[in-house]
């Protein structure tokens, strides 16, 4: 069964002061690792898919990586209206599914 | 304009009562996917369907019911039998390609009174 975990639950920053969001996982094999942004009441937004270690996808302040085993998401001199929480999910060769992590809560204080 | 629509946004139901939420796209994806989310949980699978007329059971289908008569369209319905239904609902679809991502609509509240 594939499974996704995020760490940390949340993150706390200061205006500016930039950090990673990890994404560990476990799938038989990997078709995709898709990054999400969710603000409160709303439905996730896509920002990145990535399909194999050594990629990387940059939009704005965030960049998303990958290993074999995980993925990092670097926000870098954030903005308050970056504070949202990151969902980050992956599908594996057995079937359609998206399994998804529990997310990263983003905090970020001007 | 191309999207994912719910509806509707925020429902109520009486214990006992099924009810049914409403999902429509028209981005002409061929796959379309219902997710629970409760407060600290991720996103967990209800029910998805790859094309129409054909539908699978998720990690949690029990005491939910789907339809995919149209490619447009996957209403689900929660029914009597489920027993704890208030969550924030989540919709979304993808191309035919296993390698591509999924688009949510913006989810309906659903509160047992």
């Known amino acids: 069964e594939d499974q996704v975990t995020q760490s940390p639950e949340a993150l706390r920053l200061q205006e500016g002061e930039s950090s990673s969001l990890n994404c560990s996982y476990t799938?038989?094999?990997?078709?995709?690792l898709f990054w999400y942004r969710q603000d409160p009441g709303k439905g996730p937004e896509f920002l990145f898919t990535l399909y194999s270690a050594g990629e990387e996808k940059e939009k704005e302040r965030l960049k998303a990586t990958l290993t074999k085993k995980e993925s990092f998401l670097h926000i870098t001199a954030p903005k308050p209206e970056d504070s949202a929480t990151y969902l980050c999910a992956v599908r594996g060769s057995n079937d359609y599914k998206l399994s998804f992590g529990a997310g990263t809560t983003v905090t970020v204080r001007a | 304009d191309g999207g994912i629509t719910q509806s509707p946004k925020y429902l109520f139901r009486k214990e006992g009562q099924n009810v049914t939420l409403s999902c429509e796209q028209n981005?002409?994806?061929?796959?379309m996917y219902w997710y629970r989310q409760d407060p600290g949980q991720g996103l967990r699978l209800i029910y998805y369907?790859?094309?129409?007329?054909?539908?699978q059971k998720g990690d949690i289908a029990e005491g939910y019911s789907v339809s995919r008569e149209k490619k447009e369209s996957f209403p689900l319905t929660v029914t009597s039998a489920q027993k704890n239904p208030t969550a924030f609902y989540l919709c979304?679809?993808?191309?035919?390609?296993?390698?591509?991502?999924?688009?949510f609509g913006q989810g309906t509240r659903l509160t047992v009174v």
């Open positions: 981005l002409n994806h061929d796959a």
């Open positions: 979304a679809s993808s191309k035919g390609s296993m390698n591509t991502e999924a688009f």
């Open positions: 369907s790859q094309i129409v007329n054909d539908f």
């Open positions: 799938v038989s094999g990997l078709r995709g």
